[in-house]
C-alpha cells in the first residue's frame, strides 16, 4: 500500500508569494474563508481563481495529487483541479510545497463547501469554505 504524505498545511488563499529577501519565507495573500457573492443573480457564482497551498511532509516517491471541491449538503463534486505529478525527494521529513491553483470555480448554491486534497486516488485533508 502506498504511503500517503502529511498535510503540515492546507491553506485556502487567492494567492501566496516568496518573500525576495528570504526564499525561504512563504507569503500567504487573501486567506479565504468565506466568500460572498455580490453578482445578480448571486448564483450560480464562478470564483475566478483560488489556490491550495500545501505543505507535505513524509511523502515518499512520487503521486498525484489533486484538488475536489464538493457541496456538503449534498456531498456532489462540483469542481476539481486537474491531476497533478509530485515527486517527493529522498528525505521523507523534507517540507514540500505544493501550491495549486483552481481555475473559474463554479459554485451553484450559497452554503458550505469542502476542498479535499486528493493523493494517488485517496483523500488525504480537507477544508470548509463558506459560500453566502
Request: aromatic share 12%.
Amino acid at each position: 500500500m502506498a504511503v500517503q504524505p502529511v498535510v503540515r498545511y492546507m491553506i485556502l488563499c487567492e494567492d501566496w508569494g516568496t518573500d525576495p529577501q528570504n526564499p525561504r519565507r512563504v507569503n500567504i495573500f487573501g486567506l479565504l474563508s468565506n466568500i460572498h457573492s455580490a453578482a445578480q443573480p448571486p448564483y450560480p457564482l464562478v470564483y475566478p481563481e483560488l489556490c491550495v497551498f500545501l505543505a507535505l511532509t513524509e511523502g515518499r516517491g512520487t503521486g498525484m495529487a489533486q484538488i475536489v471541491c464538493a457541496f456538503e449538503e449534498t456531498g456532489q463534486r462540483v469542481f476539481h483541479s486537474p491531476p497533478r505529478k509530485v515527486k517527493f525527494g529522498p528525505d521523507p521529513l523534507e517540507v514540500t510545497v505544493l501550491p495549486i491553483r483552481v481555475r473559474n470555480c463554479k459554485f451553484p448554491f450559497p452554503g458550505m463547501y469542502s476542498l479535499q486534497f486528493w493523493y494517488n486516488g485517496h483523500e488525504v485533508q480537507e477544508r470548509p469554505l463558506r459560500l453566502r
